[in-house]
């Protein structure tokens, strides 16, 4: 069964930089893609970013150059890194997973099915 766990958040302050780290197993030969999200209680979850099985990066026009993904194979490990941090950016971080069956193109917006417990980020002025 695949499983992820997301870490990195905590408290901290604007124009602080943050890296979260997200944890894969369970990965069967298939191929997945990876997804950020975030999520605000009683607000809609919003996608942010994702990487797919070669590498490829796709960001969401919401992220406005702050955010990166990246990915350490070694390590099973997708990370998310916020510079310039706002309070805006306070939110609960997710990543989840999905099979993709296109693996060279850019990750789909929905269909994911594998989730993390989330980690919390809170951004104080």
């Known amino acids: 069964q695949v499983q992820l766990v997301e870490s990195g958040g905590g408290l901290v302050q604007v124009g602080d930089s943050l890296r979260l780290a997200c944890v894969a197993s369970?990965?069967?030969?298939?191929?997945?893609?990876v997804r950020w999200f975030r999520q605000v209680p009683g607000k809609e979850r919003e996608g942010l970013m994702s990487?797919?099985?070669?590498?490829?990066?796709y960001y969401s026009d919401s992220v406005e150059g702050r955010f990166t993904i990246s990915r350490d194979n070694a390590k099973n490990t997708v990370y998310l890194t916020i510079n310039n941090l706002r309070p805006e950016d306070t939110a609960v971080y997710y990543c989840?997973?999905?099979?993709?069956?296109?693996?060279?193109?850019?990750?789909?917006?929905?269909?994911?099915?594998?989730w993390g417990q989330g980690t919390p980020v809170t951004v104080s002025s």
């Open positions: 990487i797919n099985p070669a590498g490829t990066t």
């Open positions: 989840a997973a999905r099979v993709t069956y296109a693996f060279r193109q850019t990750c789909a917006s929905s269909g994911y099915n594998y």
């Open positions: 369970g990965f069967t030969s298939n191929k997945y893609c």
